[in-house]
Structures are given as structure tokens and as C-alpha cells.
């Protein structure tokens, strides 16, 4: 198996190579309106920003390796489905930047009957080897189980969603 620093390099070199890559400066925080709700579609690969009901941004996702179905166990490679909440971010890490949700619930405990969940899922951004492109749209799911977003994208939506910030991922 390719470590995850290397099939994360690949992919985004894939999205390059094609032409899924766009150059932008991400919003001002006082440009996009608070997020009071993130909404995860699997199937779509898309996460949408909500506002009072009304998607305010919608961004393409890479999930993890295996992405149907929930998150059982630790190291499945799939990612959760739930409802959570961002509960902590993180401002430097390998991926840019992460806001860590809060998996695993009271249900993904049951559904793991007793084995180990695991527990650093995130919305986090490329590789900084990426730079400052986001994917128009990824072609392959590379994480662990995480929600990846181009790094543009991981600013916006660390500006405009607070910790305690539901998020529903849907199959």
C-alpha cells in the first residue's frame, strides 16, 4: 500500500495533470456569511456550507479510501455518516489546515460493538506540496476516512464555520 503523504501528492498531481486544478485567493472572512450548518454528500463528493437553510458555498470532497458506507473500526478507510459537530481545529498540520469532527457518536460506538473507532476524522485540506489550487473536482477518494478539500477551500469554511458547528454526513 502507498503511504497516505504519497497517494495525496499523486492525486494532486492527477488533478493537475487533468486540468482539475484552479488558482484562487480565498474570501475574506467577512466576504462569505457564517456557516450555521456543514452538509456532507457522500455520493455527490460535495460538502455545502449552509446558512439559515440556503447553501452559501458548495466544494468538491475526496473521502476515504473505502467511502461507502459508515465508519466501523479504525483504519477501515471509510468515512463516517452521522451527525456531529467541528470541535476543535487545527492550524498547522500535514494537510494545511483541519477542523476535527467530532466522530466517533454514541451510534458508532454501538455499530463498532466494542472495537476501536478510531477518532481523528477531519475536514483538512491538500498537502502544502499542493499550494494554493483547489481541485475543480477530485478524481480519486485518498484519505483515511478524513473529508479533504482543496487548501482555498479548508480557509474558507475555517472562516466561516465556528467550533460547536453541526455537521451532517450523509451516504
Known amino acids: 500500500m502507498i503511504p497516505l503523504p504519497l497517494r495525496a501528492l499523486f492525486a494532486a498531481a492527477l488533478f493537475t495533470l487533468i486540468g482539475g486544478a484552479a488558482s ?70 500535514e494537510y494545511h489546515r483541519a477542523l476535527h469532527i467530532s466522530y466517533p457518536n454514541p451510534a458508532d460506538r454501538v455499530r463498532a460493538k466494542g472495537g476501536d473507532t478510531g477518532g481523528d476524522i477531519f475536514i483538512h485540506g491538500m498537502p502544502r506540496a499542493f499550494g494554493r489550487k483547489d481541485p475543480v473536482r477530485f478524481f480519486t477518494d485518498w484519505t483515511n476516512g478524513c473529508i479533504a478539500v482543496g487548501n482555498i477551500a479548508i480557509e474558507e469554511i475555517w472562516n466561516a464555520v465556528d467550533d460547536g458547528t453541526p455537521i451532517e454526513i450523509h451516504p
Open 24 to 93: 484562487a485567493t480565498p474570501l475574506a472572512p467577512d466576504e462569505l456569511p457564517k456557516a450555521d450548518r456543514i452538509v456532507v454528500w457522500k455520493a455527490k463528493r460535495e460538502l455545502d456550507l449552509m446558512a439559515k437553510g440556503i447553501v452559501i458555498r458548495a466544494y468538491p470532497i475526496a473521502l476515504g479510501g473505502h467511502p461507502k458506507g459508515p465508519k466501523l473500526l479504525k483504519g477501515d478507510g471509510r468515512t463516517p455518516e452521522g451527525i456531529y459537530v467541528i470541535d476543535r481545529r487545527l492550524r498547522q498540520t
